[in-house]
């Protein structure tokens, strides 16, 4: 019995095909490229949307990243064209949950193209379903170049993709160390010269930035995240930004933490690298990162918090008969 061959596209379908395979592409590459610029941002935000075990947070995002990179090279190039804007129909559509996902959460940021751009996050939205249409096209009336079929686009199409997942790795989750902060607790206690003065806390996390510094931007909202969700926990923002500089940040994160400001000399005596973060536990530096920001999670984790995706907030290590501390209702 045979088959009977599928209509044939509209004509105005085959004719934008090309385009739409080259649109998506480019936008698909750029975005893995960003993300290649600093993979620790974008783990960090991968880590904030609270949805991914924290074990596994680092090879999503890494897969991601490649899958971007192959599958946008290959609707460029031609390569296996139709399988690749099939393929890239749910990745475009999980980024569309993810983004809603964010916007629930008060995200001011979904991570789509790292540090480079940063749209609202409607904006974003809009942009990625725009990119399922034209991938639609592309299913429906794409061509691939009849030398790029089968084992070659198969090939190509792995090829790049292990080369994308090297590169972001590389970049900085598995060969660059970690930076920190060369600082010791007593080299904190010139905030109590900032304005307004901090009276450091024994629990606590203080976030130095900058508000012209596109990388400060790109973690503020994780940490807005951060202040809102932790109770009974301390987030200070620590600037050396005057007044006008900070009215674009205040009305872009509406921070609900105070924030302090230390003269550029002072703070870029305490600051080398930012953003910047200093984790304080029982009166003593635990933890310091220069360059970045862990994801929430992360930090929760680490310091003793208890990270409880389905609950309306966070909570503080119980100081009663529970060992395990904060609510029950997460991991234990």
Same mark, same amino acid.
């Given at each position: 019995?045979?088959? @009977?061959?599928?209509? *044939? *596209?509209?004509? %105005?379908?085959?004719?934008?095909?090309?385009?739409?395979?080259?649109?998506?592409?480019?936008?698909?590459?750029?975005?893995?490229? @960003?993300?290649?610029?600093?993979?620790? *941002?974008?783990?960090?935000?991968?880590? +904030?949307?609270?949805?991914?075990?924290?074990?596994?947070?680092?090879?999503?995002?890494? *897969?991601?990243?490649?899958?971007?990179?192959?599958?946008?090279?290959?609707?460029?190039?031609?390569?296996?064209?139709?399988?690749?804007?099939?393929?890239?129909?749910?990745?475009?559509?999980?980024?569309?949950?993810?983004?809603?996902?964010?916007? @629930?959460?008060?995200?001011?940021?979904?991570?789509?193209?790292?540090e480079v751009i940063t749209l609202p996050l409607p904006a974003e939205l809009g942009l990625d379903i725009v990119l399922l249409a034209m991938l639609a096209v592309v299913w429906r009336a794409g061509e691939d170049f009849p030398a790029a079929q089968g084992k070659v686009a198969t090939s190509f199409g792995w090829v790049v993709l292990c080369l994308g997942a090297?590169?972001?790795?590389?970049?900085?989750?598995?060969?660059?160390? =970690? !930076?920190?902060? +060369?600082?010791?607790?007593?080299?904190?206690?010139?905030?109590?010269?900032?304005?307004?003065?901090?009276?450091?806390?024994?629990?606590?996390?203080?976030?130095?930035?900058?508000? +012209?510094?596109?990388?400060? %931007?790109?973690?503020?909202?994780?940490?807005?995240?951060?202040?809102?969700?932790?109770?009974?926990?301390?987030?200070?923002?620590? @600037? !050396?930004? +005057?007044?006008?500089?900070? =009215?674009?940040?205040?009305?872009?994160?509406?921070?609900?933490? #105070?924030?302090?400001?230390?003269? #550029?000399?002072?703070?870029?005596?305490?600051?080398?690298?930012?953003?910047?973060?200093? %984790?304080? !536990?029982?009166?003593?530096?635990?933890?310091? %990162?220069?360059?970045?920001?862990?994801?929430?999670?992360?930090?929760?984790?680490?310091?003793? $918090?208890?990270?409880?995706?389905?609950?309306?907030? $966070?909570?503080? #290590?119980?100081?009663?008969?529970?060992?395990?501390?904060?609510?029950?209702?997460?991991?234990?």
């Open positions: 019995m045979q088959e @009977t061959p599928a209509p *044939a *596209a509209p004509d %105005w379908m085959t004719r934008l095909a090309p385009l739409a395979a080259a649109i998506t592409g480019i936008v698909l590459c750029f975005s893995a490229f @960003t993300k290649f610029l600093n993979p620790k *941002a974008f783990i960090s935000v991968m880590g +904030d949307y609270g949805l991914f075990a924290s074990g596994i947070v680092l090879p999503l995002a890494t *897969a991601a990243v490649a899958l971007e990179l192959a599958l946008g090279l290959m609707l460029l190039s031609g390569i296996g064209r139709r399988i690749a804007s099939r393929l890239a129909v749910p990745l475009v559509v999980a980024f569309i949950l993810l983004i809603i996902r964010a916007m @629930t959460m008060g995200m001011s940021d979904c991570g789509c193209f790292g090297l590169i972001f790795l590389a970049r900085g989750p598995v060969v660059e160390a =970690e !930076q920190s902060l +060369d600082l010791e607790f007593s080299d904190l206690s010139v905030l109590a010269t900032a304005d307004p003065p901090l009276a450091l806390p024994r629990e606590g996390f203080l976030f130095f930035f900058s508000a +012209d510094c596109d990388h400060c %931007w790109a973690y503020a909202g994780g940490v807005e995240l951060m202040a809102r969700r932790l109770r009974d926990f301390r987030v200070v923002g620590v @600037t !050396q930004s +005057d007044a006008a500089a900070m =009215e674009g940040f205040r009305e872009a994160f509406a921070p609900s933490y #105070p924030i302090h400001v230390l003269p #550029p000399r002072e703070f870029n005596a305490l600051v080398d690298h930012y953003p910047a973060g200093v %984790w304080i !536990q029982e009166g003593k530096i635990a933890r310091s %990162w220069a360059g970045f920001i862990p994801g929430l999670r992360e930090i929760a984790e680490q310091g003793g $918090y208890f990270y409880a995706p389905e609950a309306a907030d $966070y909570a503080s #290590p119980a100081q009663d008969d529970n060992p395990f501390g904060g609510t029950l209702r997460g991991r234990q």
